[in-house]
């Protein structure tokens, strides 16, 4: 009885390491996938690639992914899955407490974190879900409105918007020390730009 626990704790051991090699091998590939769009963007990324990129044999690719546009949702969703905790944190805050923020605290809290990740994965930004954009959109629109009014908050959040996603592009092109440069900066100049109209609100109230 102890020899059939034996073999049957000793299978199990090898379908875990198995498994573990299985995913390692998965996780290749898609660091493979992700690198080719950092460097060339998506049409630099194939099956053939990805292979060749990661030291995999083709027939591998294939054991994980049915074609090219699979692997990119493969990559895609693996972004999704470690941007939604902290987006989780942003939906969370009610609108009271993201008025009673500082224009600084906004702009760190509901959108630095998300430009410091895309810049650091330039692929998640290629192969971002539009649904999970319009989401983040509509939520700095709300934010936007809470801190500002409707109208200065509705004309914010469509700036703010604009503004994180053509930097991004533009830093894409960049060498890292002027993409850092220009990262760096982002924040503060945002924030002068949420405290400009919070003064302008202000003035139309007075």
Not at 63 to 76: E, P
Request: aromatic letters at 6%.
């Amino acid at each position: 009885r102890r020899h059939r626990r034996d073999i049957a704790a000793h299978a199990r051991s090898d379908q875990h390491q198995r498994a573990a090699r299985l995913w390692r091998q998965r996780e290749q590939l898609l660091d493979a996938a992700a690198a080719l769009i950092a460097e060339s963007g998506l049409a630099a990324v194939s099956m053939h690639a990805a292979a060749e990129r990661a030291g995999a044999s083709i027939g591998s690719v294939y054991h994980f992914f049915r074609d090219k546009d699979q692997m990119l949702d493969a990559l895609a969703e693996r972004h999704d899955a470690e941007l939604q905790p902290a987006f989780d944190r942003v939906l969370q805050r009610s609108d009271a407490e993201w008025a009673a923020l500082s224009p600084a605290d906004i702009i760190e809290q509901l959108i630095g974190w998300a430009i410091r990740y895309f810049v650091r994965h330039p692929d998640a930004l290629a192969t971002l879900d539009q649904t999970m954009h319009a989401e983040f959109k509509a939520v700095i629109d709300r934010v936007m409105r809470a801190k500002l009014g409707e109208e200065l908050g509705a004309q914010a959040a469509t700036t703010l918007d604009a503004v994180v996603l053509g930097t991004l592009l533009f830093t894409r092109e960049q060498d890292p020390r002027s993409r850092d440069v220009v990262v760096a900066a982002l924040p503060d100049m945002m924030a002068s730009y949420l405290i400009a109209l919070e003064a302008k609100r202000k003035r139309a109230k007075g």
